[in-house]
């Protein structure tokens, strides 16, 4: 975290280094270089998306690692004829709406257990940690089954679903930011002639936000990224109708596949959720783990 | 006033408990139904139907190896992802010039859908013009394209190999990152007393670091072996479990099964369901959990 101000010294040229502090900074940069190409090692894969959906048609056939010219045409002719922007309001409906349905469920139930000890409590909390032990792959015949008897649009039942699945993450995560903040301060905040309701919306709302904008935003993802699910309820809709991640299946042919479509549409399903997912980095892995070591 | 006391829990809890029972507990049920129904093409319940769903899932040729490559595929994912990540940790842990962006580069398999990393691979391992293989030819390794050596998701042998590496892959930064998070609970002085003591940095690893690290790699493992066996994507668009059902695992074996007879996916379901629940248990009791949690 203080890795800017431990660095201070060694950029400075000016600085006068004895022996072992240069033998520090060696080590240093060892470390660092290492570093470096992990971390180039996990972009590599989708760099290679990036210089697949630039590489033209023609040139598909060539064993080349790179290609001799970029297009942006599989980019441009994404949205023409397949619904691909269909489907990327189709999944943004299902994400964005599974995120207010977590969001609406999680909050009361993360600041009630997290402020009051009843009967019940450890019960409900075993039962969302258990929730989170189970994924949509060990259930998906009842699922499908369920979701079919209640005759929902696909879209529906996708967020209702990975509203559920998500549900644990977005409890243990508030759970935990509420448990943080001390009740004096509510308290205190009563005292100034904030009702109970105010206090809670004043005060401790505002100091859990950051435990909200994580879980939002890791709802967001794992809805958006879902792929199981969707493939199953999703199956016989129309291209438009089905999410980013099924309809981009539609570029798998039977006895060949379009590349390029197909990674152009993987950058415009990806980039975004990377981007997103680096503001919750840091407190994502609270979220996984919080549960199941209380 | 006491009784309604009483219900105020529910007016907090109940929307949570009801989105659970909807979405989490119901299908259970309907899977543990279907699995004794008999269930035409259309989805229709035509009857029940005894344990015979169970007898015909038991009796397919495949269905023994596709357990045993099962566990195969999660005991080498798991192992395998949990090893590198101690090392990774261990170097993210240190102090570097540009850590917080190599760290970004790290999360993106894990931001990424499953989905695409692995059609990403897929092609990279394409026979003809795949960049693996291209790579691979120029290096000398693979001796010519489009040669049965360089159809790697053509034989199930080293398709599963892929398929693991991918799968490790994509598993590597939540690993690297709640072991990260353990190594930043552990107080520097805790080092420097080793250190007086005489011990070397890679004993001063196993003795201090490792026990200190041991809440953080039993969850870490737990949901990593969860979330392997649950995996789908990967095989499902590397493969699709082929040729036959010689790399499917259970998972994909269930919804294979699915598109024949519901009723017998059902009970594939049932026993991957129970499965789930054994490894919980298991783990649970062998890793001393309670001990850890009650601490």
């Keep these: ?294 | 006033m006491p009784a309604l006391r009483r219900l105020s829990p529910l007016l907090w809890l109940g929307p949570a408990v009801a989105l659970i029972g909807v979405v989490v507990l119901w299908p259970v049920v309907v899977m543990l139904q279907s699995s004794f129904q008999r269930i035409g093409g259309e989805g229709f319940v035509v009857g029940y139907n005894g344990t015979d769903n169970y007898r015909h899932l038991f009796d397919e040729p495949d269905f023994v190896s596709v357990l045993l490559r099962t566990l195969l595929w999660v005991v080498v994912v798991v192992a395998v992802t949990m090893l590198i990540s101690l090392g990774l940790a261990q170097l993210f842990n240190q102090r570097f010039p540009g850590r917080r962006v190599t760290r970004w580069a790290l999360i993106i398999p894990w931001a990424a859908s499953v989905m695409m990393t692995a059609l990403i691979f897929k092609w990279a391992l394409d026979p003809n013009v795949g960049v693996i293989n291209v790579i691979l030819h120029h290096l000398g390794i693979v001796k010519q394209l489009g040669s049965n050596q360089a159809d790697w998701l053509g034989n199930p042998g080293s398709a599963l190999v892929w398929m693991m590496a991918v799968a490790v892959f994509v598993s590597l930064p939540f690993t690297t990152y709640a072991i990260l998070s353990g190594l930043q609970g552990i107080p520097g002085d805790v080092y420097e007393a080793a250190t007086i003591d005489g011990a070397t940095s890679w004993k001063a690893y196993l003795r201090v670091t490792l026990p200190l690290l041991r809440p953080a790699i039993l969850v870490a493992t737990l949901i990593n072996v969860i979330n392997v066996f649950n995996s789908f994507p990967i095989i499902w668009e590397m493969t699709r479990g082929g040729p036959g059902y010689q790399t499917a695992t259970s998972t994909i074996y269930m919804i294979e099964l699915k598109q024949g007879d519901v009723g017998e996916s059902a009970s594939m379901s049932a026993i991957n369901f129970l499965l789930v629940i054994v490894i919980v248990i298991v783990y649970l009791a062998t890793t001393g959990w309670k001990e850890q949690v009650d601490r």
Aim: proline share 4%; net charge positive; aromatic share 10%.
């Design chain 1, 1 to 294: 975290m203080s890795a800017t101000t431990q660095t201070a010294p060694l950029l400075s040229p000016k600085t006068t280094r004895s022996a072992p502090r240069q033998r520090l900074s060696v080590r240093r940069w060892l470390v660092a270089g290492t570093a470096y190409i992990v971390a180039i090692i996990f972009l590599l894969p989708y760099l290679e998306m990036l210089v697949m959906a630039g590489r033209p048609n023609n040139e598909l056939g060539e064993a080349t690692i790179f290609p001799k010219h970029f297009t942006f045409s599989n980019f441009t002719t994404l949205w023409s004829g397949g619904g691909l922007g269909g489907s990327i309001g189709t999944s943004l409906e299902i994400a964005a709406g599974a995120t207010a349905v977590v969001l609406l469920v999680a909050l009361p139930a993360a600041c009630y257990t997290a402020r009051h000890r009843f009967r019940g409590r450890t019960a409900f909390l075993l039962l969302v940690l258990a929730t989170q032990m189970f994924q949509p792959a060990a259930m998906l015949v009842g699922l499908q089954r369920e979701f079919t008897t209640f005759g929902l649009a696909s879209t529906l039942s996708l967020t209702i679903i990975d509203a559920g699945f998500n549900l644990a993450f977005a409890v243990w995560i508030l759970n935990a930011f509420f448990s943080s903040i001390p009740v004096e301060l509510e308290e205190a905040g009563m005292v100034d002639g904030l009702g109970k309701v105010g206090a809670l919306l004043r005060i401790t709302l505002p100091l859990a936000a950051p435990g909200i904008v994580t879980a939002l935003i890791f709802t967001f993802i794992s809805a958006w990224n879902e792929f199981l699910v969707a493939l199953t309820l999703s199956l016989g809709e129309q291209t438009s109708q089905q999410p980013l991640t099924v309809a981009i299946n539609q570029y798998i042919g039977e006895y060949s596949v379009d590349w390029g479509h197909l990674f152009a549409a993987g950058l415009v399903a990806t980039v975004p959720v990377i981007i997103l997912f680096i503001f919750i980095e840091r407190r994502v892995v609270g979220g996984l783990t919080a549960g199941a070591v209380k």
